[in-house]
């Protein structure tokens, strides 16, 4: 009985990770993940185009100072601001001519009780940590459609999203819908040849996640953790760098939890 498929052929994964040739635009893209990120993506030959909100403008020139001007670029975005985003992208063509990933880092918590939580920080959190990726993916796939080389979009979610988190009422929300939204994007962007993937970490040791879980309140949370720690930085990225290369073209509409067993059910 003869093969219909010859299982000898291979796809042709490039185990090196290379990315030389590839754009990526992080959102978010001054922050402790995305830094990590961009590290990884540089060392891999990709070029950059980091989004930054305009309260951290501050932060550009000393993070451009260590970096070739011609392998990254700084773009402010708004992207909760569906013209923000569209100009930003702009300038992505403008400078580069090509997107081939994009890596959603953007986001936003403020912990708060149900009862407590204001309507104002519940659309903040939702704008910054749902509609922000909306449109910033719609933006990436419009171009990656139009370009027809395929393309690969990275959202970060949370462990949040797929177990309930006290004071998380509305970040849980903002998160979940995230997953929902990639899972319908993956499949529609599918014929394409684009992949739409999520990442949900526990609480990674970021400056600003290690300064909310400090102390008792961090000693506590670990012990629910199997592997008993929060995650690194570059623990992340090697998930991004992982969805962002070839070895992962076959997995779309995903979400990978990477939160030490928090969420063993």
Same mark, same amino acid.
């Given at each position: &009985?003869?093969?219909? =498929?010859?299982?000898?052929?291979? %796809?042709?994964?490039?185990?090196?990770?290379?990315?030389?040739?590839?754009?990526?635009?992080?959102?978010?893209?001054?922050?402790? !993940?995305?830094?990590?990120?961009?590290?990884?993506?540089?060392?891999?030959?990709?070029?950059?185009?980091?989004? %930054?909100?305009?309260?951290?403008?501050?932060?550009?020139?000393?993070?451009?100072?260590?970096?070739?001007?011609?392998?990254?670029?700084?773009? $402010?975005?708004?992207?909760?601001?569906?013209?923000?985003?569209?100009?930003?992208?702009?300038?992505?063509?403008?400078? =580069?001519?090509?997107?081939?990933?994009?890596?959603?880092?953007?986001? =936003?918590? &403020?912990?708060?009780?149900?009862?407590?939580?204001?309507?104002?920080?519940?659309?903040?959190?939702?704008?910054?940590?749902?509609?922000?990726?909306?449109?910033?993916?719609?933006?990436?796939?419009?171009? &990656?459609?139009?370009?027809?080389?395929?393309?690969?979009? !990275?959202?970060?979610?949370?462990?949040?999203?797929?177990?309930?988190?006290?004071?998380?009422?509305? %970040?849980?929300?903002?998160?979940?819908?995230?997953?929902? @939204?990639?899972?319908? &994007?993956?499949? $529609?962007?599918?014929? =394409?040849?684009?992949?739409?993937?999520?990442?949900?970490?526990?609480?990674?040791?970021?400056? @600003?996640?290690?300064?909310?879980?400090?102390?008792?309140?961090? $000693?506590?949370?670990?012990?629910?953790?199997?592997?008993?720690?929060?995650?690194?930085?570059?623990?992340?990225?090697?998930?991004?760098?992982?969805?962002?290369?070839?070895?992962?073209? @076959?997995?779309?509409?995903?979400?990978?939890? !990477?939160?030490?067993?928090?969420?063993?059910?």
């Amino acid at each position: &009985m003869t093969s219909e =498929y010859d299982v000898n052929l291979r %796809y042709g994964v490039d185990t090196s990770g290379s990315l030389a040739g590839k754009v990526a635009v992080v959102t978010g893209g001054l922050g402790g !993940i995305a830094m990590a990120s961009n590290r990884m993506l540089l060392d891999k030959g990709a070029r950059l185009a980091l989004l %930054y909100p305009a309260f951290e403008a501050d932060k550009v020139a000393d993070i451009a100072a260590g970096l070739d001007a011609q392998q990254v670029c700084f773009i $402010e975005c708004d992207v909760t601001n569906a013209d923000s985003v569209e100009q930003a992208f702009s300038t992505v063509d403008q400078h =580069y001519g090509q997107l081939d990933i994009l890596l959603n880092c953007a986001g =936003y918590v &403020m912990l708060q009780p149900v009862l407590e939580t204001e309507f104002g920080e519940w659309e903040k959190q939702l704008a910054v940590n749902l509609t922000g990726p909306f449109l910033c993916s719609q933006a990436a796939a419009r171009r &990656m459609v139009k370009a027809g080389n395929g393309g690969k979009i !990275i959202n970060i979610a949370s462990q949040a999203a797929t177990i309930a988190i006290d004071c998380h009422v509305a %970040y849980t929300s903002a998160k979940a819908g995230l997953i929902g @939204m990639t899972k319908v &994007m993956a499949k $529609e962007l599918a014929p =394409y040849k684009i992949t739409v993937n999520t990442l949900s970490p526990t609480v990674v040791l970021t400056p @600003m996640g290690e300064k909310a879980w400090r102390g008792e309140k961090g $000693e506590a949370m670990k012990k629910l953790i199997p592997l008993g720690r929060f995650a690194y930085t570059d623990e992340i990225a090697a998930a991004v760098l992982f969805f962002a290369g070839n070895g992962s073209d @076959m997995i779309t509409g995903a979400d990978l939890l !990477i939160d030490g067993g928090f969420t063993i059910w």
